[in-house]
């Protein structure tokens, strides 16, 4: 990029090539970015809404209406957009659920603020009102969230996560199996998560699924002449191989005759016996290893009727010390049978055609698995998204003991008390205060338009329902407004609370941009391109693909 002086000399200050939008440009193609983006999974939003086929460049499918996996498996190359995809991935990891909500709140944010800067108001009071308007309604969040932690209202919350996913049929199975799973888990009243083992097989229904009371792991015992079952089995975890050591150091060891050598293979099996000796006699009946298992130490462990298993993830031995109480032992030579774990069962079991080890009936197990079921894999890969998203909203439920209304009715009561708010301020930060109270209502607006119900009927009949009720929401089942809270219909607050918070921050820090120069280097994106979908799509949007 050059700058010219007045003798007619230029003068480069960026590198030949680079693109540059400057001011109201840079604005308009980065709102722009952030309301395509909205647009694309606003249609997902809600009990019925639709689902997207996403197919990448292998040919591999995925079919969902979970916001945030649709945006991952997009191709996203507009630097804005992909501002927008951060606020997905810390909803997700923050609470679960709402994913989409947040997307379509970002969106909907700068749609307003484009308004507002066709008006002339500078973007920086734009960004200011919207920081007021977040932080009232982080406070009217507050006000009208309730108090409920019983495991009927878990229940509830877990249902509203999975309603309009693939679980639909047998989301109330499920939901159990969730609730189960997190209460089991949970320790002087923090949750975490990563307790809960997801495993999922195709080929069954999804009512099939279960909850096991402890660990299922997805190898096999690595002897067949071993036992294949336990009953109130002793456990051993070792983070070590049942085999000779190998030197450290380059080593050669000079063998003269045979009879040197026979008596160097004897020794090697002896020190291979007395590993196995000294694992039997700590009492132990299971062994898993996160190493490896010599095949002589197969042979040794299947005549003392010891089953074992090697190669098991790093995570699944913790989840198992977790569930039976065993310590992981990183020399074998230390092993005691303090170290042991206990697991009521510990049996192989075939599972859709594949073996796995399912270590269950633990005492005060502290790490469950749900074995997820689907017909096909693909309609179980939805399960599995819809169960984590449950999990989550579950898991948040139990920690903070506060849920709101849903079906729009948070959105629509927080919308309502900012434009009251908005009109205490002074100056041009009303006016952002009262978009960004519009903006909320775009939640509401989504669910009716994705039912086929008329938008804007439904947001008058909402408006005058919250005149009476905070719980009051949009039933799109019915087209009519009920009181969410006895129609079972209920998420955590943290959902909301995220979701604003995340949406707003993105959008802010969206409009303080007023100069986007990229770099024509090795994997930049060509700033030409990105003002000009792809073909057959409409020409002067940024392309997302």
């Known amino acids: 990029m ?62 969902t209406n979970d916001g945030v996996t649709i ?37 909907e944010l700068l749609k307003k603020s484009e308004n507002l800067i066709d008006m002339d108001i500078h973007p920086t009071i734009v960004a200011l009102g919207y920081r007021q308007a977040a932080e009232k309604a982080q406070e009217i969040l507050d006000e009208i969230s309730m108090d409920i932690n019983d495991k009927e209202t878990l229940m ?16 109330e199975p499920l939901a159990k199996l969730v609730v189960d799973a997190v209460k089991q888990v949970e320790e002087n009243g923090e949750v975490d998560i990563d307790q809960i083992k997801i495993e999922k097989k195709d080929g069954a229904i999804a009512d099939d699924s279960t909850l096991v009371q402890g660990v299922i792991v997805d190898k096999e015992r690595v002897h067949s002449g071993m036992p294949s079952s336990f009953e109130n089995a002793k456990i051993a975890l070792l983070n070590c191989p049942i085999e ?8 050669e060891i000079r063998i003269t005759d045979p009879a040197q050598m ?53 995570s699944d031995i913790e989840k198992i010390s977790k569930a039976t109480g065993a310590k992981v032992v990183t020399n074998i030579e230390d092993l005691s049978g303090n170290d042991l774990g206990e697991a009521g069962s510990v049996a192989e079991k075939k599972i859709s055609g594949e073996d796995m080890i399912f ?14 079921r689907g017909s096909t894999s693909h309609i179980v890969s939805e399960i599995e998204r819809a169960i984590e998203d449950a999990i989550g909203v579950v898991a948040a439920t139990v920690e903070d003991g506060q849920v709101v209304a849903g079906g729009g009715a948070p959105e629509i009561e927080i919308a309502k008390k900012l434009k009251d708010y908005a009109d205490t301020i002074s100056g041009r930060e009303q006016l952002a205060v009262v978009a960004f109270a519009e903006a909320l209502e775009i939640v509401p607006k989504t669910l009716a338009e994705n039912a086929g119900l008329d938008s804007i009927d439904s947001l008058v009949d909402l408006r005058a329902a919250h005149e009476k009720s905070v719980t009051m929401g949009l039933n ?29 921050e993105a959008a802010e820090m969206i409009l303080r941009i007023d100069d986007v120069i990229a770099s024509t280097g090795s994997g930049a994106p060509d700033m030409d391109e990105m003002g000009g979908m792809p073909g057959g799509m409409p020409g002067g949007m940024p392309p997302m693909m």
């Open 476 to 504: 799109v089942f019915t087209g009519d407004v009920t009181d969410m809270e006895k129609a079972g219909v209920i998420e955590p607050k943290r959902v909301k609370k995220q979701a604003i918070q995340s949406a707003s």
């Open 156 to 171: 509830k919350v877990a249902m509203t996560a999975m309603t309009g996913k693939g679980t639909e049929k047998a989301r």
């Open 71 to 107: 945006l991952k498996e997009m191709d996203i190359e507009h630097p804005a957009a992909k501002m927008l995809v951060e606020v997905a991935k810390t909803q997700e990891d923050e609470v679960g659920d709402g994913t989409t909500t947040a997307v379509i709140i970002a969106g």
């Open 244 to 251: 000779v050591k190998e030197t450290e150091v380059d080593a």
């Open 2 to 63: 050059a700058q010219y002086t007045g003798q007619g000399q230029p003068i480069l200050v960026l590198p030949e090539g680079t693109n540059r939008y400057i001011g109201r440009d840079a604005q308009r193609m980065n709102i722009l970015a952030g309301k395509i983006l909205a647009e694309t999974v606003r249609t997902t939003l809600g009990p019925k809404g639709m689902d997207k086929m996403l197919v990448d460049g292998l040919g591999d499918i995925v079919v």
């Open 359 to 372: 270590v269950e009936e633990c005492k005060e197990a502290k790490a469950v698995t749900l074995l997820l």
């Open 262 to 314: 026979q008596a160097f293979i004897e020794q090697e099996e002896q020190m291979i016996k007395d590993m196995i000796t000294k694992i039997a006699d700590t009492g132990a009946q299971v062994v898993f290893s996160q190493k490896g298992i010599d095949d002589l130490a197969q042979h040794y462990l299947a005549k003392e009727g010891i089953m074992a298993v090697r190669r098991v993830k790093k």
